[in-house]
């Protein structure tokens, strides 16, 4: 049975800062649920990302937010020694800041940290999953190595 909807007032409260559009809404209303959305064409099927009302590739305007399994590979990563302040943002260690290519569809990618791996692990190319931290009271999805060393 389907949890009754977060209003859009609600959802913006949520996430003060984050720039939610008419687009985004369905992935903030996923984050909520712990479910990793991307947009997808109910035409040709391809995925994109970030969310846009038309389908790049075929023009439909049948676009719907799906699911992703969250399994990928590290594409970019890069270490934050500075940065604006952020809640859970350590930039000591540095900070990591991932572009994961999702197994879905070459070229589909989402942008997050990675948790429970010292930076020397971070490399491109490693096998990473999905997994869900809590930061300023709304669930995040963030990456963990597959292979931990
Ligand atoms: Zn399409």
């Given at each position: 049975?389907?949890?009754?909807?977060?209003?859009?007032?609600?959802?913006?409260?949520?996430?003060?800062?984050?720039?939610?559009?008419?687009?985004?809404?369905?992935?903030?209303?996923?984050?909520?649920?712990?479910?990793?959305?991307?947009?997808?064409?109910?035409d040709c099927?391809?995925?994109?990302?970030p969310a846009?009302?038309?389908?790049?590739?075929?023009?439909?305007?049948?676009?719907?937010?799906?699911?992703?399994?969250?399994?990928?590979?590290?594409?970019?990563?890069?270490?934050?020694?500075?940065?604006?302040?952020?809640?859970?943002?350590?930039?000591?260690?540095?900070?990591?800041?991932?572009?994961?290519?999702?197994?879905?569809?070459?070229?589909?990618?989402?942008?997050?940290?990675?948790?429970?791996?010292?930076?020397?692990?971070?490399?491109?190319?490693?096998?990473?999953?999905?997994?869900?931290?809590?930061?300023?009271?709304?669930?995040?999805p963030v990456?963990?190595?597959?292979?931990?060393?």
């Amino acid at each position: 049975m389907a949890s009754p909807e977060v209003s859009d007032e609600d959802l913006v409260a949520r996430f003060p800062g984050e720039p939610i559009t008419h687009d985004n809404a369905a992935q903030y209303r996923g984050r909520l649920r712990r479910e990793l959305l991307m947009n997808r064409c109910e035409d040709c099927g391809r995925w994109h990302a970030p969310a846009k009302p038309v389908c790049p590739d075929c023009w439909s305007w049948r676009v719907s937010a799906e699911p992703v399994s969250g399994d990928g590979e590290i594409y970019l990563a890069i270490f934050l020694h500075r940065g604006p302040d952020a809640p859970g943002v350590d930039y000591s260690t540095p900070y990591p800041v991932v572009t994961v290519e999702l197994a879905e569809q070459e070229g589909l990618r989402f942008t997050s940290t990675v948790v429970g791996a010292g930076n020397d692990a971070i490399r491109i190319g490693a096998p990473v999953s999905l997994t869900w931290i809590d930061r300023a009271g709304v669930p995040l999805p963030v990456f963990e190595l597959r292979d931990p060393r």
